[in-house]
């Protein structure tokens, strides 16, 4: 058992440490607070509202809040009584009156096409209905569809508070009316094909990154600063140069008029007939795309080389290892830190990387980013959207806690 | 002895530049003893590292030719030359333990597996590290990872092992004691051994000769107290140890002995190691305790000089005088002398024979 040490004045020291070392610690974080409010309101919330929306459907679900109790009791087998039908009718009715039944016909159409026109030519005759007849008569009169107890079945699945059928969406699976999960139509699946390819793309990024970095950084580090000073501006003079500007620049020279092209068939090295398909295709993404992620392998890897000494390959060698061996055992197993450090930096940009695919993919280079604009800009289908998004993050997640796991993220150097 | 070669390693005039302009080494003729521990000695900037990185095979001679064991070597890469070397910054492999740090040149040989764990065993224990197999380079203190370095160095069995001014990162009192351990491993081994070094302390105490380097050539190669007690010429003589110096002109010339006019007009008789004719400039060397102070015995040269500064250094008290027109003339006090009494302005009468002043070039 250990005595209590106090101070002079007679203080716990425990405390009296704590005491002193408070003010300290206020200091510390008030100078943190500033970046930690501007971290958790401009990215933490937004992001966990943004991905709130793959499986929110509240909106809907309060504008045809009864609708959607009244068909909890409905089984869906066959066409829904008049409980279902009438109160349908009332909160439709007052949805047009207060203008928001356009909402509902775009909501439900992603539940089952055709929704958009028949809510709309519904809405329009809804004034003409006898409140006293059948409802579900009126309903078919108005448009056939009606009679098909599919859109009923879309209505009270449509009106679910959350869901989660836009992951099945992510992966090209859905759900049946009758709750079985099936893939869609081939002709239709899309979204696999884009995540294996994205995967592909970042993988093959990350390697051809690797590969190119790896010797440049290794003469950036042995190379007298006067040098190496100028060789470091060509690798970051990437980054000062606009992003659309380097992709732009990227096209005059892949296209089939451009500038490598134009070279080979005066060269002689291609007939001018056969002009190499540079780009709209993933051989320009991977060619621009490794460009620009250039620099975040060169940099972690520059840095963890600059601290090797010299002097390890030398005692290598003078201990009779050939220099491929030396640099095998001794050189290479000293840079793991930035090789991984760089790979999972190149790679985590890679994978969500939108601008580069977008102009000089084509339909054949673009990418899951490219899928998630075009559901957050032209489908307006932004519950699809997120769902994506929230895919791409927990992969990348996966690929950070897997790195943690093998490399330990103690062990990263960024530079 | 006498299968022993005395040109086991062999500097043929050896050049070597680095950009073409200057040369770093220039004209070097140097044979090393088998079994010989020889240390390159020089301010930096001499090309004592040069010449130890050619030796090493990591830099070549722009001109000249080195033999090792009778072979001629440029041509032959570093790993193929089989010399072990000791670096300045130990150059461990941080990612490796101690053990497979030594294992390493072993496996490289592809030494069977037993045999590699013996060796490093043996070495582990003639550095005393024994019990430090699984300790990576940063656990280590400095002078355990200098133990490990040069264990790794001589696990091989290598005839030749350079040190790249080994002990150049720890501090003195570990300096000292790795001097003499290196020197006893050295006796030990008879292993030959090339080291590189600016301490001339490290380089007295360790080695059987030194070559005193300075602006790219050999200035002087010999044992340690020749180096000391005859320097040839006015480099080596300030270089090693500490020096009183006058220059003048040489008046009068005979065998063994050289009068010599100073600067202030007084003659010092002079033993003439680098001059051979009246006229010549010369520096004469003299090292303070070759002085004595009040003269009772017959010595060619009898001064009176004039205290200056008086500096305790336990042992031994330096004292600072004016002696010919000399302001920075040192002496050596030993402590025993405690019934001398020294104080600054004070007379002292000095007086040194000629044998001990060496005349030397300007």
New interface residues.
């Given amino acids: 058992m250990t005595a209590e040490i106090r101070t002079s004045d007679g203080e716990l020291l425990s405390v009296k440490l704590k005491k002193v070392e408070r003010r300290r610690r206020t200091t510390a974080f008030l100078l943190a607070a500033p970046l930690l409010f501007f971290i958790v309101f401009a990215y933490v919330i937004p992001i966990f509202q943004m991905l709130g929306r793959s499986i929110d459907n509240a909106e809907m679900n309060s504008f045809l809040t009864e609708t959607h109790e009244v068909m909890q009791t409905w089984d869906g087998s066959e066409m829904p009584g008049e409980d279902v039908t009438s109160t349908f009718y009332y909160e439709l009715k007052t949805a047009v009156e207060n203008k928001y039944h356009g909402k509902i016909a775009t909501r439900l159409n992603y539940e089952k096409g055709g929704f958009t026109s028949l809510i709309k030519k519904t809405s329009r005759k809804l004034k003409n209905f006898d409140e006293n007849a059948n409802f579900l008569d009126q309903f078919i009169d108005v448009h056939k569809k009606w009679g098909d107890i599919e859109y009923w079945q879309a209505l009270k699945r449509g009106t679910d508070a959350y869901h989660f059928r836009k992951y099945l969406t992510t992966f090209d699976y859905e759900q049946k009316f009758d709750g079985s999960i099936e893939r869609i139509p081939e002709k239709l699946r899309i979204n696999v094909t884009l995540w294996l390819r994205t995967i592909f793309v970042a993988v093959g990024v990350t390697f051809c990154c690797f590969i190119l970095a790896y010797p440049i950084s290794h003469l950036l580090s042995v190379l007298p600063t006067r040098y190496s000073n100028l060789l470091m501006i060509c690798v970051l003079l990437p980054f000062w140069t606009s992003l659309l500007v380097r992709t732009s620049s990227w096209m005059v020279l892949l296209q089939k008029q451009g500038v490598l092209n134009d070279t080979l068939v005066s060269l002689g090295f291609v007939a001018d007939e056969s002009r190499l398909e540079l780009m709209y295709n993933m051989t320009g993404t991977f060619i621009a795309m490794t460009q620009i992620l250039l620099p975040f392998m060169v940099l972690p890897l520059y840095s963890v080389m600059k601290t090797i000494s010299p002097s390890l390959m030398r005692a290598a060698t003078s201990m009779g290892a050939t220099p491929f061996h030396a640099f095998r055992k001794i050189y290479f197993p000293l840079t793991y830190a930035g090789i991984s450090a760089g790979s999972i930096l190149v790679f985590v940009l890679a994978i969500g990387y939108y601008i580069t695919p977008a102009l000089v993919g084509g339909a054949k280079g673009i990418l899951i980013s490219n899928r998630i604009a075009y559901h957050m800009q032209q489908s307006l289908d932004w519950s699809l959207a997120t769902a994506m998004a929230t895919v791409l993050l927990i992969a990348v997640l996966v690929v950070y806690w897997l790195y943690n796991k093998i490399v330990g993220i103690d062990n990263m150097r960024l530079g | 002895m006498n299968s022993k070669k005395s040109d086991f390693v062999k500097f043929e005039q050896v050049d070597k530049s680095y950009d073409g302009k200057e040369l770093v080494v220039k004209g070097l003729d140097l044979d090393i003893a088998e079994g010989e521990f020889l240390t390159l000695l020089g301010p930096s900037g001499s090309g004592k590292t040069t010449t130890l990185m050619m030796l090493?095979?990591?830099e070549t001679p722009t001109n000249g030719e080195i033999y090792f064991d009778g072979r001629p070597i440029n041509n032959i890469?570093?790993?193929?030359?089989?010399?072990?070397?000791v670096?300045?910054?130990y150059?461990l492999?941080?990612?490796l333990s101690v053990y497979e740090n030594l294992a390493?040149?072993l496996k490289?040989?592809k030494v069977d597996k037993s045999e590699i764990e013996e060796r490093i065993n043996k070495t582990l224990k003639m550095v005393s590290l024994t019990g430090f197999e699984n300790r990576m380079p940063a656990q280590l203190s400095g002078g355990q990872q200098q133990r490990v370095a040069v264990a790794?160095?001589l696990v091989?069995d290598p005839k030749l092992v350079?040190m790249d001014e080994p002990l150049g990162a720890l501090d003195k009192n570990l300096r000292e004691s790795m001097q003499y351990e290196l020197k006893h491993i050295h006796e030990s081994l008879g292993v030959t051994v090339v080291y590189v070094t600016h301490d001339q302390g490290e380089a007295l105490t360790m080695s059987n000769r030194i070559a005193v380097f300075n602006d790219g050539k050999v200035q002087q190669l010999s044992g340690p107290n020749e180096l000391y007690e005859t320097p040839v010429n006015s480099f080596v003589a300030s270089f090693i140890g500490e020096n009183n110096t006058f220059t003048g002109t040489v008046k009068e010339i005979a065998s063994g002995s050289a009068k010599i006019e100073t600067e202030s007009g007084e003659t010092i008789v002079a033993n003439p190691i680098a001059v051979s004719s009246s006229g010549e400039k010369s520096r004469i060397s003299l090292r303070p305790e070759r002085v004595s102070i009040d003269p009772n015995e017959q010595l060619e040269n009898k001064f009176t000089s004039e205290i200056r500064e008086i500096i305790y250094h336990g042992d031994h008290t330096r004292v600072r005088v004016n002696l010919l027109g000399n302001d920075d003339f040192i002496l050596k006090v030993p402590n025993a002398s405690s019934d001398l009494k020294l104080n600054v302005g004070d007379k002292l009468d000095l007086g040194w024979s000629s044998h001990d002043c060496r005349a030397l070039d300007y």
Wanted: without cysteine; hydrophobic residues 45%.
């Fill in positions: 090493a095979g990591f890469p570093p790993h193929k030359r089989g010399i072990g070397m670096f300045q910054n150059a492999f941080p990612h390493f040149p490289v040989r790794r160095a091989f350079l």
